[in-house]
Nanobody, 112 residues
């Protein structure tokens, strides 16, 4: 069993920054990838970024490249998503995912 808990969401003005955290507890495997996905109202869930537990390889969706950074703290078994230059279209519930496990999500709202 693996438990994922996100935190760090909130309300921020356009151009602002937030850092999301995903804390993992329970059984983990180095072969997996930890992903950040988001779902905006009325839209399908979409992939934002992910990082490999094995070698730290990262991926970013085109919509967030250059603005978001994903990184991990292996000692804390946590993954972070640093979000800069936020835009209103980044407003969504952000989820952490690994294998078949999902966190509960954290709301990010970008609005003036």
């Amino acid at each position: 069993q693996l438990q994922l808990v996100e935190s760090g969401g909130g309300l921020v003005q356009p151009g602002g920054s937030l850092r999301l955290s995903c804390a993992a507890s329970g059984s983990t495997s180095d072969k997996y990838v930890i992903g950040w996905l988001r779902q905006a109202p009325g839209k399908q869930r979409e992939g934002v970024s992910c990082i490999s537990r094995t070698d730290g390889t990262v991926y970013y969706a085109d919509s967030v490249k250059g603005r978001f950074t994903v990184f991990r703290d292996t000692a804390k078994n946590a993954v972070y998503l640093q979000m800069n230059s936020l835009k209103p279209e980044d407003t969504a519930i952000y989820y952490c995912n690994e294998d078949r496990y999902w966190g509960q999500g954290t709301q990010v709202t970008v609005s003036s």
